[in-house]
């Protein structure tokens, strides 16, 4: 990608120089003592640098893009902030800066990024989804149901807003809403089943029903072997059936899953 980006800047900086060759002085197109400075040669120059500007600022987009689809996110906020630097005016620069930032926990900077995204394009509703999720980061509970409320209101047909507002509800202890909420994730986007029937199932345990609240946990192991809170749980729920063994078994998963992810946050 290296490779990419200093061919591209090779192009504009030739492009550059092309059009200060031909209206700079001595040029045809060049100012002469006494004319108009907005003679139309001055105006085809000053056209072909902003021309110029707005395809180096797209280059540093694509290669920020690049970098995020790599999860290389700092490489892809220095490469976004110099798109947005160069061409402040796009929102799809400002809307990927901030969900940079979203993904290296920096949620202050990111709303700021996104709200400039709103703002340039109002009805994007990829944009509100972000931002809820950057206040979700902050627990700004309030603030993320407004986003997500209007990016669902936009016509956005994700799974990430109704999961954090799933959540929200669930904190809210309005059970019945959070349910319906988790099941439109999972008919919206089936990645999204497993955490979703964590969540349902830790729903139905606060109703009382452990045995309908075991095959959800059990759902979303299959989906997501990896979940170590739902291994956990029914290592609770085991033990209270009096099934030491199957208990142990998933407790012991819980906590090689636990000790893996604190090694490669080393």
Do not use: W
């Not at 969900?99 to 703002?119: D, N, V």
């Not at 078994?249 to 080393?266: D, E, N, P, V, Y």
């Amino acid at each position: 990608m290296d490779k990419f980006l200093r061919l591209g800047l090779a192009l504009l900086t030739t492009v550059i120089a092309a059009a200060a060759l031909h209206c700079g002085p001595g040029g045809e197109g060049a100012q002469r003592p006494g004319s108009d400075a907005s003679a139309p040669g001055s105006v085809q120059a000053a056209d072909v640098e902003h021309r110029a500007a707005i395809d180096s600022a797209a280059l540093y987009l694509r290669r920020g893009r690049l970098y995020m689809k790599e999860r290389v996110y700092s490489r892809a906020i220095s490469q976004l902030r110099q798109s947005v630097r160069i061409n402040p005016d796009s929102p799809a620069a400002h809307g990927m800066l901030g969900l940079a930032y979203a993904l290296r926990l920096k949620p202050g900077t990111a709303i700021e990024h996104l709200e400039q995204a709103i703002a340039l394009e109002p009805e994007n509703g990829t944009h509100y989804m972000h931002l809820g999720k950057s206040h979700m980061l902050l627990t700004d509970y309030a603030a993320a149901k407004a986003a997500y409320e209007r990016a669902i209101t936009l016509g956005l047909k994700r799974g990430k807003p109704y999961y954090d507002l799933g959540i929200i509800s669930e904190r809210d202890n309005r059970l019945d809403d959070a349910h319906e909420l988790y099941q439109k994730a999972i008919d919206l986007v089936p990645e999204f089943a497993p955490q979703c029937n964590l969540r349902l199932g830790i729903i139905a345990q606060k109703q009382g029903d452990d045995t309908g609240a075991m095959e959800l946990y059990l759902r979303a192991l299959r989906g997501d072997p990896d979940l170590t809170t739902a291994h956990y749980r029914i290592a609770q729920l085991y033990l209270e059936s009096g099934h030491d063994a199957l208990a142990q078994t998933h407790l012991q998963q819980f906590q090689q899953l636990k000790a893996a992810a604190g090694h490669q946050g080393l």
